[in-house]
């Protein structure tokens, strides 16, 4: 599968392309605002997309509102523990607006809920370890294994051992001298938040807390780091990592329409989050 590619538009950093369908707004550089809306707006229509997708502090919101963009969901604190990041999105097509299961996705919402007010016992299990570069290759075929598709290339070593060099720490469980499961920890030391991502785990393991363990102990990681918020983008249909998230404590932040091309097809998505340590 071809991926989108990162690059930038003026100073900022998107994402974009046909297998996600939506030009994606990763960084934004106060310095190209207010065009850099009218130019995500031209780059999608020239390409034929069907999404805008913008991450941007709340203090920036207003230039995307003012031209269509939608708040559809918002973490407190993103910035540096100060200041909100609100996910933003204009649909070119009015059907990509509407989520394909909204009885499952509310669905989901209410069984995290419940479960969440359950008291959580650690599950007993392997050691959750810190992975390195010569994890990259039982890295990238974990996740060939348990993705048919992703939205960024998870399966290819070098870009596994790229993003550990650019503060992403990657943490796994082993078994019998395999991994079994992983995930990782994008942080932003700039806003000194991390999105809590890449959750991988075997079938033979599945329902045995591993995801669990391995947030529990990336919030510990990145906390000591300085990381101020903790936040992720989940599959809005799956009703396993957003139980893992509510249990944990983080907080329900609201639902991108479908919005990642994920497993083979373009999923909603649920953004959570978390305050991990005060100003």
Known sequence: MRHDRITRLGKSVIQHGPANDRVYLMKLDRDDLPGIVDDMQRLGREQGYTKLFAKVPADAADHFAERGFVDEARVPGMRRGDTAACFMSRYLSRRRAVPSDPARLADVLDVAERKSRKPVVAAPGPEVIRLGHDHAEALAGLYGEVFDSYPFPITDP???????????????????????????????????????????????????????????????????????TAYTIARAASYGMNTVFARAGYRFGGTLHNNTQIAGSLESMNVWHRRLAAR
């Open 158 to 228: 070098g870009y596994i051992r790229e993003s550990m060099d650019a503060d992403v720490a990657f943490f796994g469980i082993e078994a019998e001298g395999m991994l079994v499961a992983a995930s990782s920890a994008e942080m932003d030391m700039k806003w000194k938040c991390a999105e809590m991502t890449d959750f991988a785990t075997l079938p033979a393991l599945r329902g045995k807390g591993a995801a669990g363990r391995l947030l529990a102990r990336m919030d510990e990681s990145v906390r000591a780091r300085g990381i101020r």
